[in-house]
């Protein structure tokens, strides 16, 4: 049973941080790649950031380039995304994910396998 949650989220005010953190279970993490989505209210779910197995290449969208970065930590079977310089742009509903999406496609969401329930970011 493949299991994703996040937590760490909240509200915060333009310009400040966040660090949000996603628990994996072991069966799906040693092997997949990880990434973070958001969704605001009426948009479609848009890749954030995402990271290989072994946490050597990542992939960010421009609109978060500069501000985010994704790490992951093997041994805790964990997954960060720190934000920070947030703007209101940011607030969305942030999900955790996991699979083999494809390098070239990675911030499709149809191309991943495991989400996370989510946790919600608001900036004001």
């Known amino acids: 049973h493949v299991q994703l949650v996040e937590s760490g989220g909240g509200s915060v005010q333009a310009g400040g941080s966040l660090r949000l953190s996603c628990a994996a279970s072991r069966s799906i993490y040693v092997t997949a790649y990880m990434g973070w989505f958001r969704q605001a209210p009426g948009k479609e779910r848009e890749g954030v950031a995402a990271?290989?197995?072994?946490?050597?290449?990542?992939y960010y969208a421009d609109s978060v380039k500069g501000r985010f970065t994704i790490s992951r930590d093997n041994t805790k079977n964990t997954l960060y995304l720190q934000m920070n310089s947030l703007k209101p742009e940011d607030t969305a509903m942030y999900y955790c994910?996991?699979?083999?999406?494809?390098?070239?496609?990675?911030?499709?969401?149809?191309?991943?396998?495991?989400w996370g329930q989510g946790t919600q970011v608001t900036v004001s």
């Open positions: 994910t996991a699979g083999w999406p494809g390098r070239r496609n990675w911030f499709v969401a149809g191309n991943w396998n495991y």
């Open positions: 990271i290989s197995p072994l946490g050597g290449i990542t």
